[in-house]
Nanobody, 125 residues
Framework: QVQLVESGGGLVQAGDSLRLSCGASARTFRLYTMGWFRQAPGKEREFVAATTWSGGLIFYADSVKGRFTISRDYVKNTVYLQMNTLKPEDTAVYYC??????????????????WGQGTQVTVSS
């Protein structure tokens, strides 16, 4: 079973930056689409960003486009989420996820097969 572990969350001020990391145990890491989702207390889990198995396609939610950058390191089997110009509305638990099915939507949490434990990001005013 694929195991995902997130790290890098913390408490920052508005305008600051954080980089989240997600280490994957998958032997065939390159075959997975990797995604980042977030969930605030009492809210639905929402899509943040994703990158395909090939690394050639990248997707962002409108709310983070231009501020966040997703990338992956194929040597370290790690996916990153660089978050710049953070806003209080970015406060949430951030989850790393992985999926294999190319026919499913990259933006839907239901499409992903494996999930990390989450890492808390808190942005103060």
């Amino acid at each position: 079973q694929v195991q995902l572990v997130e790290s890098g969350g913390g408490l920052v001020q508005a305008g600051d930056s954080l980089r989240l990391s997600c280490g994957a145990s998958a032997r065939t890491f390159r075959l997975y689409t990797m995604g980042w989702f977030r969930q605030a207390p009492g809210k639905e889990r929402e899509f943040v960003a994703a990158t395909t198995w090939s690394g050639g396609l990248i997707f962002y939610a409108d709310s983070v486009k231009g501020r966040f950058t997703i990338s992956r390191d194929y040597v370290k089997n790690t996916v990153y989420l660089q978050m710049n110009t953070l806003k209080p509305e970015d406060t949430a638990v951030y989850y790393c996820a992985a999926k294999r099915d190319y026919s499913t939507s990259y933006y839907s949490s239901d499409s992903y097969d494996y999930w990390g434990q989450g890492t808390q990001v808190t942005v103060s005013s």
